[in-house]
């Protein structure tokens, strides 16, 4: 049964604590991570883990595989290229195109041929260009 589309304010208020914002990105780094580890690196207990687990799996943002005695998540990253995709006409330049790796920003200047932009990105300094 295919998920009603979510909409973008409601995946920003999930990422918008401290915790929930932890939890994506330790996610972010594991194609499965396993929930014991957050229980190691956040300062909140197993309940309040819980509690921001769920908020993120209602945005959409994660999703929750048991194997086992064992709970482990993986990012759903195709609803934060969603994200992006929504964002993107808001913010100047063209976007990336589809499958660039790397930061989309830093890309999207590199993608414009701008010389200096594309050396910064190429370096992996941070670029802003608003």
Known sequence: MPREP???TEIFKAL???IRWSIIQ????EEEFPCSVLEDTLPVSKPTISYHTKILTQ???IEVHKRGRNYFYSLRRDILRQVIE???PLAPGSPPAAGTAGDP???AAADREEPAA???ADSGAPLITW
Do not use: N, S, Y
């Open 6 to 8: 979510i909409a973008p």
């Open 16 to 18: 918008a604590d401290p």
């Open 26 to 29: 330790q996610v972010a780094q």
């Open 59 to 61: 945005a959409g943002l």
């Open 86 to 88: 929504q964002l993107w």
């Open 105 to 107: 920003v830093r890309r």
């Open 118 to 120: 594309a050396a910064e």
